[in-house]
């Protein structure tokens, strides 16, 4: 479970920022949800026998002997929020949260045992316009911050009942083939077959490479349902492959299902997953509440933009406000406060340490200042501030004080 440093949180900031006005120009809300949970919800909506509920999660007992698990992943707790809080009921919801999740994995690069997700939910759409506005909305994501090479992966696992005769094929398959597959899939046999096409031993390839494939076993409503969504993107011009193997980790998964996967990140390939889960709501005790959903891992997505070499594009102005003396020093209080008033999207540092100007300088230069305010005995005697322009090496200018803000407006070109 790694620690966030100040230094890495600055680019972590800037996505965020970014994500989350993306989010809103699509009128998707935030909802916070709480991190642990009764361990019975993620039993019930993951599955008991995904290798997350039965190998991964961190569960424990409370006070009142009651289980509660750290959240694997944030979709069980916001449906369970809405059926609690009546949000389903005869209206539309577009929900987006974002922040840690637990799973108790082999921590290798790109995969920890806390990580952090950005998770999109739409209730109440039934149609496959909101599976495409989803991928256009991740799609945009990907623009904005920089990042290539990535690529979308669809899928669709049809409705409960086409996919109860599509299990009863598949078994008969795999069971007619046990010496080829491992001791996980062989477990996985009666209990969610599907899973072994998700397999990545190498061993089994060529037997999941034959296997009967769900696409061929769509019913109807499926079937349109996904040629609808093919139709958006290709009017949209969104590139995808279209992957008969892909079925996802989570057992709550109905027709659509998609990811966006690199091969920039090594073995950890996808870095945004999701797809339709129609039938959870109700699962869980609601009414029929039609709904699909995704996640963004962040870390990944942070290593990306990272490559991409794009991660500045969201940075904050930043002023070190230098000051030599005590009469420099209570005025300089008061002038950083009157900048903070004026420039909310500025960083403000202000020497609290005392020095001499050279130590001070080296201070704004080890925070990255793009501009230097200089306050000293002669200023105030003067009631003048100076002003230079660190990354650009230019020349210290002497303005007067009521002349600062308009100053700053214009070096920072605001």
Known sequence: ??????????????????????????????????????????????????????????????????????????????????????????????????????????????????????????????????????????????????????????????????????????VEYFNDRTDSLDEDSILRLEKNPMRILDSKNPEMADVIHSAPKMNDHLDQESEDHFNGLLEYLDGHRIQYVLNPRLVRGLDYYTKTVFEWTTDKLGAQATVCGGGRYDDLVKQLGGKDVFAIGCAIGFERLVELVELSGKKDQNGHPKIYLVAVGDQAEAKSSELAEMIRDQFEDCVLELNQDGGSFKQQFKRADRAESDIALILGDEEIENDTIGIKLMKEGGDQETISQDKLLESIADKIGV
């Open 1 to 170: 479970m790694p620690t966030l440093l100040p230094a890495e949180l600055k680019l972590w900031q800037s996505v965020e920022s970014t994500v989350k006005k993306i989010l809103s120009n699509y009128a998707f809300q935030e909802i916070r949800t709480p991190l642990l949970e009764r361990t019975e919800l993620f039993q019930r909506t993951i599955g008991e026998q995904t290798d997350v509920v039965s190998k991964e999660m961190y569960s424990f007992l409370d006070r009142k002997e009651q289980s509660l698990s750290l959240r694997p992943e944030a979709t069980a707790g916001v449906v369970r929020a809405g059926i609690e809080h009546g949000l389903f009921h005869n209206q539309t919801q577009k929900f987006w949260s974002m922040g840690p999740m637990y799973r108790y994995e082999r921590p290798q690069k790109g995969r920890y045992r806390q990580f952090h997700q950005v998770n999109m939910e739409a209730f109440g759409y039934e149609g496959p316009g909101i599976d495409a506005e989803l991928i256009l909305l991740t799609s945009r994501i990907w623009r904005k911050l920089g990042v290539e090479d990535i690529q979308l992966e669809l899928n669709s696992l049809g409705t409960a009942e086409s996919r109860k005769g599509y299990r009863a094929i598949l």
